[in-house]
């Protein structure tokens, strides 16, 4: 049902009221209210949605005017037309007041009622039928609603089925990411822990291995280190697999020279090659630029992963890692690397099952060369973190090539040489003063006999409250903190120290005794004030250069 049409006629003069009340209830369909102030008009506008008002000008508390400055003022009025009523000596000027506030119309004293009744007529027009379309539309709505009403239901019905399997693929997605990140957490967990016996079998066997054993001793240390040197490389794998899993692993932007990192990468390798009697080729083209942009890391990786693989599986010949400058756009180049070796190659059935995790191209691979099965998956995600893919070309008994393209930007100018330090390098910290927290008694022990090598004078301390105590009461040229400790762990420990209001204090350099890669803990070792870290297990001589760089012998 339509709204009826309502109107308000606002003058002092009782006897004009019930004349214009008249005039309307019998010419207009409309309820007429009316008020004889204008206060009292106030407060029915508030009261009652009204379509239409009409004032008196002249009214002994509040003018016509003034009623209708407050009426386009208030946001539920500033809508309603207003029409004046107002005498006929009244001058043009005053009346332009009233369109300068807003009054549509105005109608002179005294009344021509029919001039009146079409007046309002033509200001209630276009609202009467503006209210019969919506009446209109309503209907046809509720029609309409009606209609659809079985359809609703059905399609209400498939949105609730649709809900209910969205909450169980829900479901089903946490339940996978719990059961992702348990298996991550267990992998890392492992991965760290092994770390620690395995950091006591490599110490122990690099100083036996320096203390003049006799030659059958020697053969049964580097067996014994070759072994540990490959629990190693598993534990890494398995991390870095975890890492990329998790999508935790992030690429450098360095300064590198891919002729300076392949040749390092064959010179560790060669000793391997060497053992099987192989030849160990390396094949660069001339024209790739001296210094390009990307992860030394991470390229290393990758082409390790590979060239490790082609000794391990070659029995007779040769590997050879060959590197070509394709093309150069602008600032950016992109490299071709390959590695190709004489090996025992891979059917062609197994050429894409080969690069997925825990797989070896067949069973008896593991028993007879060893290895987790992660390497050349771990290659592939990284190749694919870079914009690139992995391609194979192999049969069996006819070798295999692995490559790959790079395109990798220009850089501004040649890095400078990254060897890691030769043992001839190893000298110069003699009569510097560390502090080590570590609670691991072995680890406290193949420590000790490093640094005692060394001519460093260690001091150690079982948990980090002992440290920071340490610390404070003498004077170290460097602090290493592990970072798992009971009582207090590396992080509070380094917190501590830093606090100390002594100067010395805040520059004596602090590294992180971790397992962990600096990537994943890099913004927790900074925020807890801590300059860098050693990874554990550590090598002697990528221990001794980290020392090196933080600190300076004594005059």
Not at 68 to 77: E, G, H, M, N, S
Not at 310 to 327: D, M, P
Request: glycine share 4%; net charge negative; charged share 25%.
């Amino acid at each position: 049902m339509t709204q009826p049409l309502r109107i308000l006629i606002v003058d002092d003069n009782k006897n004009n009221l019930v004349t214009l009340r008249s005039l309307l209830n019998a010419s207009i369909q409309a309820e007429v209210l009316e008020s004889q102030s204008a206060l009292h008009a106030l407060d029915l506008l508030m009261q009652h949605d009204v379509d239409l008002l009409i004032l008196d000008v002249q009214m002994p508390d509040m003018d016509g005017f003034e009623l209708a400055q407050l009426v386009r003022r208030r946001r539920k009025t500033e809508h309603i037309p207003i029409i004046l009523l107002t005498a006929a000596y009244l001058s043009e000027r005053y009346k332009q007041r009233g369109f300068e506030i807003g009054v549509e119309d105005y109608i002179t004293k005294p009344i021509n009622d029919t001039t009146l009744v079409n007046r309002i007529k033509a200001y209630l027009r276009p609202i009467q039928k503006e209210r019969d379309l919506a009446e209109d539309l309503e209907r046809k709505i509720e029609e309409r609603t009606q209609e659809l009403g079985a359809a609703n239901a059905r399609m209400r019905n498939e949105i609730e089925q649709r809900i209910r399997m969205e909450q169980e693929l829900i479901q089903a997605r946490d339940l996978a990411e719990q059961a992702l990140m348990v298996r991550n957490q267990f992998l890392s967990v492992v991965s760290h822990e092994l770390r620690t016996p395995l950091n006591a079998v490599l110490g122990m066997t690099y100083l036996l291995m320096q203390e003049n054993p006799r030659p059958e001793q020697l053969s049964n240390l580097k067996t014994l280190k070759f072994s540990a040197d490959n629990m190693l490389v598993l534990i890494n794998d398995i991390l870095d697999f975890n890492k990329i899993e998790a999508g935790m692993i992030s690429l450098e932007e360095v300064d590198i020279n891919l002729e300076e990192l392949c040749s390092n990468i064959r010179s560790s390798l060669l000793p391997k090659a060497e053992e099987k009697n192989l030849t160990l080729n390396l094949d660069l083209d001339p024209h790739i630029p001296p210094a390009l942009v990307g992860d030394p890391v991470r390229i290393g990786q990758i082409i390790t992963n590979l060239v490790g693989n082609a000794i391990k599986f070659t029995g007779q010949g040769s590997v050879t890692l060959s590197l070509r400058h394709l093309e150069q756009n602008g600032q950016r180049a992109r490299i071709a690397f390959s590695i190709q070796d004489t090996g025992i190659g891979i059917p062609t059935d197994k050429h894409n099952y080969i690069f997925e995790s825990f797989t070896q191209a067949s069973s008896d691979t593991t028993r007879k060369y060893g290895g987790t099965g992660l390497g050349l998956a771990i290659t592939k995600r990284l190749l694919e973190l870079q914009g690139s893919k992995i391609e194979l070309i192999s049969e069996p008994g006819q070798g295999s090539t692995f490559s790959f393209v790079l395109e990798m930007p220009l850089a501004a100018r040649k890095p400078l040489p990254q060897s890691p330090p030769t043992p001839q390098e190893l000298r110069g910290l003699e009569g510097l003063h560390v502090l080590m927290a570590e609670d691991n008694e072995i680890n406290q022990l193949i420590a000790q006999k490093f640094f005692e090598k060394w001519g460093i004078h260690l001091d150690i301390a079982p948990d980090g409250k002992v440290a920071v105590e340490k610390a404070r009461q003498n004077h170290y040229d460097l602090i290493l903190l592990d970072l798992q400790m009971p009582e207090m762990d590396g992080y509070d420990a380094a917190r501590n120290i830093r606090a100390f209001p002594d100067a010395r204090f805040q520059s004596i350099p602090i590294l992180a005794l971790t397992a962990s890669s600096l990537e994943d803990i890099e913004s927790d070792i900074r925020a807890a004030g801590m300059n860098d870290l050693a990874t554990k297990p550590f090598h002697p001589s990528e221990l001794y250069a980290k020392l090196k760089t933080y600190i300076q012998p004594n005059a």
